[in-house]
Each structure stands twice: as C-alpha cells, then as structure tokens.
C-alpha cells in the first residue's frame, strides 16, 4: 500500500505487522518493534508484540488517528507519536549488514538520516564480505 503525505492512516492496517510493514516500505534499513508501554511511553515488557496482534486490541487504538512518518521526523518524535497514538513503546533499529541495531544514542536524527546511514553501513559490509 502507497503511503500519501508520508501519512500512516490507522484504520488502514488490522495488524501490527501490517503497520510495520506500511513503515519498512518507507524506511527499508529501519524497523520498528511494538511493545507494551509503562505510563511514561517506556517498554514495560521485554517482548515485542506479535505480528498479528489487532491493532484495535492496543490501549489507545482510535481508526481515525494518522501518523505522520515524514522523512523529516526525528526517532524521538515518532516513538512520541506512536505511544500518544496507540498507547505503546516502540523501538526503532538501523539495518548493519545482516543484524538490526536498536536505535538509541542517534534518536535525534531524522528517518531520512538514519535510513541513508543504515543504507551506507549495509553497502560498506557487502563490500568488505566480497573483498576481504
């Protein structure tokens, strides 16, 4: 499904996975994770949410609601926006060749930035695994 405006319209997508599939055809060298949130918008457990958890089963599921995934929104923001959304934690991790890195120290960094620089180190370690 096309995004428009870099919009993610809720009622569009029944799934959990559906939604981070929606974000990784935006973002391929990132990824988000949902997670139960504690009041605060942290993890509260250790384990993501499945795949096929219906979104409308999440805390603050509304079908209306919209999230803004532009280019120009920073990691913060969006973990922000999804917990005031839907009432959960997300985490977001930066694609390193074969392993995915949960973002933590760079959350100020735009989407853009972060998938550019993922997209970069993947290239760099398919290039170092051809020529050794």
Known sequence: MEL????????????VG?????????????KIDFYEADNSGRVAKPTP????KKLSQLPRYDANAVLDISADRTIAEITEAFFTTLGVAIQV???????????TVTENWTLKTQNSAAEFISSLMKI???NP
Do not use: C, M
């Open 49 to 52: 949410l499945a795949s096929t």
């Open 4 to 15: 428009q405006n870099e919009d993610i319209k809720i009622e569009q997508y029944p799934v």
């Open 93 to 103: 991790s930066r694609k390193s060749g074969k392993v995915w890195n949960v973002i």
């Open 18 to 30: 559906d939604l981070q599939n929606a974000f990784a055809s935006r973002y391929p060298f990132l």
């Open 128 to 130: 170092s695994q051809i």
